[in-house]
C-alpha cells in the first residue's frame, strides 16, 4: 500500500471543481460541457471521440469516450464512468464556501452530482501524470441524460469502449467510505382496475353500478406497501381515472414501484400485488391488468471482485475507514452492466443533490482527486501482483 503515491493539491482541485460546476449542462444540453472535457482530456494525451446516442433520445452532444493507453498495456483499462448532465441548469452559479461546505448561494443547484466526479477524474489523471507514476490505460466515460434515466448510458455504443471493469462515482456518502458492492433491482409496476360494467355512467341513471375507485380502495388496504421485507419496498404514487363528478367510473389506473436487493423477493412482491389486484377485483365481478416493466436490474459484487479490492486499497492506502454498503438507486453502473462491463458505483461526497440546499464538503472535495489516482495505481499494482 506504501506503493501508492499521494501528493494532493487541493487549490487545483477545487478551483477546478468550482470551474466546472458552473458551465451549464442540463440533461439534453450538454455541448458546452462536452467541448470543455474533449479540450482537458486531450491536452492529457488522451484521444476523445463521441457517440451519436443524442439521436436516439434527443440533445445536443453525445455520450463522450476518453481513452490513454497509459504507460504499460499489459493492464487491463480501468474505466472511470460519470455523467455531464445536471437535473436542473446552474446558469449563473454563484459558489459559496462557508464552514468546510460548498453550496450554491441557494438559487440554483450546485451540481456536484456529478460535477465532482467530472472534475475528481480529471485531477487524479493529472495527479497520476504530473507524478510520472506507472499505470495502465485509462477510460473515461461522461454520459448525457443521465437524470432522464440512465437515457445515455443505456444508448452506449459498445464499439467505443475499450474496458471491462469500471467504477461510477455518482452516489451520495464520502470518497472512499461507501464502497457500493450491492445495488438493488427496480421495476415499475401498472395496474388498470376495472369494475363489473363496461362503460362510466350518469350515477343517477346507474343505480347499483360499482366505482372503480372503491375497488381501488379495497386494492390498497390489501396490498402490502412500504418495507415488504428485508430486502423490498414498494410503492404506488400515482393514481389516475374519473371522468366527471356525476360519473360512476368503471376503470381506475395506479402505478408504482418495487425495489428489491434480490430477484427472489422482487418477484415475490411483484406475483403478490398482481394477485392482489386481480382477486380484489374479480371479487367485485370487475377485472385487473397489471403490467410490469424493468427500471434497472441489481448486481451484488463478491469481496474479492477486482473492482472491490482495488478500492479497498485505495481507501486504506488514504486512510479512510470503508464500508461495504448496498443501495437501491440506480446509477450509470446499472445500464453499463446491461452492455456487459462489470462496473460499479461509488460515495462521491454530494449531499441534498437536486435541491439548492446541495452541498459537498471541502474534506470531500479535497480527497477526491487523489482518490481516483489511488484507484488507478491500485488497479495496476492488483495487476502486477504488487500489492
Ligand atoms: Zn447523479
Same mark, same amino acid.
Given at each position: 500500500m506504501d506503493k501508492i503515491m499521494n501528493r494532493p493539491n487541493n487549490e487545483r482541485m477545487l478551483s477546478r471543481f468550482i470551474e466546472i460546476a458552473g458551465?451549464?449542462?442540463?440533461?439534453?444540453?450538454?455541448?458546452?460541457?462536452?467541448?470543455?472535457l474533449k479540450s482537458e482530456y486531450e491536452s492529457l494525451g488522451f484521444t476523445v471521440k463521441f457517440d451519436k446516442a443524442?439521436?436516439?433520445?434527443g440533445g445536443n452532444i453525445g455520450n463522450l469516450y476518453a481513452y490513454w493507453e497509459g504507460v504499460d498495456q499489459t493492464v487491463p483499462p480501468i474505466l472511470f464512468s460519470c455523467h455531464m448532465d445536471t437535473i436542473f441548469p446552474v446558469h449563473d452559479l454563484n459558489v459559496v464556501i462557508e464552514d468546510g461546505k460548498v453550496h450554491s448561494d441557494g438559487k440554483t443547484i450546485l451540481g456536484c452530482d456529478d460535477r465532482g466526479a467530472v472534475a475528481a477524474y480529471l485531477e487524479g489523471i493529472k495527479m497520476i501524470q504530473e507524478t510520472n507514476v506507472t499505470c495502465g490505460p485509462i477510460e473515461v466515460i461522461c454520459s448525457i441524460s443521465e437524470q432522464r434515466g440512465l437515457l445515455g448510458a443505456?444508448?452506449?455504443d459498445n464499439?467505443?469502449? %475499450?474496458? $471491462? !471493469?469500471?467504477?461510477?462515482?455518482?452516489?451520495?456518502?464520502?470518497?472512499?467510505?461507501q464502497i457500493v458492492y450491492w445495488n438493488g433491482y427496480s421495476y415499475y409496476v401498472d395496474i388498470e382496475i376495472f369494475g363489473p360494467q363496461k362503460q362510466n355512467g350518469h350515477f343517477v341513471l346507474n343505480t347499483g353500478a360499482t366505482n372503480a375507485f372503491v375497488i381501488a380502495a379495497d386494492f390498497l388496504k390489501s396490498?402490502?406497501?412500504?418495507?415488504v421485507d428485508e430486502y423490498t419496498k414498494a410503492n404506488l404514487g400515482l393514481i389516475n381515472g374519473g371522468e366527471g363528478r356525476t360519473i360512476v367510473p368503471a376503470s381506475v389506473k395506479l402505478e408504482g414501484n418495487v425495489r428489491s436487493l434480490t430477484k427472489e423477493n422482487l418477484d415475490k412482491q411483484l406475483? %403478490?400485488? $398482481? !394477485?392482489?389486484?386481480?382477486?380484489?377485483?374479480g371479487g367485485y365481478g370487475g377485472h385487473a391488468v397489471v403490467e410490469i416493466r424493468k427500471s434497472f436490474d441489481g448486481y451484488k459484487l463478491e469481496e474479492n471482485n477486482p473492482l472491490i479490492q482495488?478500492?479497498?486499497?485505495?481507501s486504506t492506502?488514504?486512510?479512510i475507514e470503508y464500508h461495504l454498503e448496498e443501495t437501491m438507486g440506480g446509477a450509470d453502473a446499472n445500464a453499463l452492466r446491461e452492455h456487459g462491463i462489470n462496473a460499479m458505483t461509488m460515495g462521491s461526497g454530494f449531499q441534498l443533490i437536486h435541491t439548492t440546499d446541495e452541498y459537498v464538503t471541502l474534506d470531500n472535495l479535497y480527497v477526491s482527486g487523489p482518490y481516483i489516482s489511488a484507484l488507478i495505481q491500485a488497479w495496476y499494482l492488483f495487476h502486477k501482483k504488487m500489492t
Amino acid at each position: 500500500m506504501d506503493k501508492i503515491m499521494n501528493r494532493p493539491n487541493n487549490e487545483r482541485m477545487l478551483s477546478r471543481f468550482i470551474e466546472i460546476a458552473g458551465i451549464p449542462g442540463e440533461s439534453k444540453n450538454e455541448l458546452k460541457i462536452a467541448e470543455y472535457l474533449k479540450s482537458e482530456y486531450e491536452s492529457l494525451g488522451f484521444t476523445v471521440k463521441f457517440d451519436k446516442a443524442n439521436e436516439i433520445i434527443g440533445g445536443n452532444i453525445g455520450n463522450l469516450y476518453a481513452y490513454w493507453e497509459g504507460v504499460d498495456q499489459t493492464v487491463p483499462p480501468i474505466l472511470f464512468s460519470c455523467h455531464m448532465d445536471t437535473i436542473f441548469p446552474v446558469h449563473d452559479l454563484n459558489v459559496v464556501i462557508e464552514d468546510g461546505k460548498v453550496h450554491s448561494d441557494g438559487k440554483t443547484i450546485l451540481g456536484c452530482d456529478d460535477r465532482g466526479a467530472v472534475a475528481a477524474y480529471l485531477e487524479g489523471i493529472k495527479m497520476i501524470q504530473e507524478t510520472n507514476v506507472t499505470c495502465g490505460p485509462i477510460e473515461v466515460i461522461c454520459s448525457i441524460s443521465e437524470q432522464r434515466g440512465l437515457l445515455g448510458a443505456r444508448n452506449l455504443d459498445n464499439s467505443l469502449v %475499450h474496458a $471491462k !471493469d469500471g467504477y461510477v462515482f455518482d452516489h451520495d456518502g464520502d470518497y472512499g467510505k461507501q464502497i457500493v458492492y450491492w445495488n438493488g433491482y427496480s421495476y415499475y409496476v401498472d395496474i388498470e382496475i376495472f369494475g363489473p360494467q363496461k362503460q362510466n355512467g350518469h350515477f343517477v341513471l346507474n343505480t347499483g353500478a360499482t366505482n372503480a375507485f372503491v375497488i381501488a380502495a379495497d386494492f390498497l388496504k390489501s396490498v402490502k406497501l412500504g418495507d415488504v421485507d428485508e430486502y423490498t419496498k414498494a410503492n404506488l404514487g400515482l393514481i389516475n381515472g374519473g371522468e366527471g363528478r356525476t360519473i360512476v367510473p368503471a376503470s381506475v389506473k395506479l402505478e408504482g414501484n418495487v425495489r428489491s436487493l434480490t430477484k427472489e423477493n422482487l418477484d415475490k412482491q411483484l406475483s %403478490h400485488i $398482481k !394477485d392482489i389486484a386481480e382477486s380484489v377485483a374479480g371479487g367485485y365481478g370487475g377485472h385487473a391488468v397489471v403490467e410490469i416493466r424493468k427500471s434497472f436490474d441489481g448486481y451484488k459484487l463478491e469481496e474479492n471482485n477486482p473492482l472491490i479490492q482495488c478500492a479497498i486499497m485505495a481507501s486504506t492506502a488514504l486512510d479512510i475507514e470503508y464500508h461495504l454498503e448496498e443501495t437501491m438507486g440506480g446509477a450509470d453502473a446499472n445500464a453499463l452492466r446491461e452492455h456487459g462491463i462489470n462496473a460499479m458505483t461509488m460515495g462521491s461526497g454530494f449531499q441534498l443533490i437536486h435541491t439548492t440546499d446541495e452541498y459537498v464538503t471541502l474534506d470531500n472535495l479535497y480527497v477526491s482527486g487523489p482518490y481516483i489516482s489511488a484507484l488507478i495505481q491500485a488497479w495496476y499494482l492488483f495487476h502486477k501482483k504488487m500489492t
